[in-house]
């Protein structure tokens, strides 16, 4: 499954040079980081109402909304879902505390 993050990585990559006008994530883009922020914030406000809702094919299309303006935020900042996957893989088998205590060192 992370082939659809490495080609929708790479779309959002490429969006980077396309017109706004032609291309949602372009025009994201050209209103800057607040505006990408914004609709991070929105579509997490979405998913916590779906998924109290409980409405199990809106918490399925409200958190991929979500994850797909993550990803948007990543791009922005020059960083690769794999940036993520490999944090998360770092984590695996750590305990939630052990994880908490290595933070509290850093
Ligand atoms: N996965 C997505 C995706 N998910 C959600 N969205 C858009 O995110 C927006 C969700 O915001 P809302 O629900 O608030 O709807 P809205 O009112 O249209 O949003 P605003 O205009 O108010 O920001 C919608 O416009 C959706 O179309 C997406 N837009 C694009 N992609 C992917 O990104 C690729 C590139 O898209 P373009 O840049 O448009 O070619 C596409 O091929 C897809 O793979």
Known sequence: MSE???R???TLEARKNADPQSSYVAKLYA???DSIL???GEEAAETII?????NRDEIIYETADLWFHTLVMLANAGLHPNDVLNELARREGLSGIAEKA???DQ
């Open 50 to 54: 779906a998924a109290k809702g409980g």
């Open 4 to 6: 659809i993050l490495d």
């Open 102 to 104: 290595a933070r509290k």
């Open 31 to 33: 209103k800057g980081i």
């Open 8 to 10: 929708l990585a790479e």
């Open 38 to 40: 914004k609709k991070v």
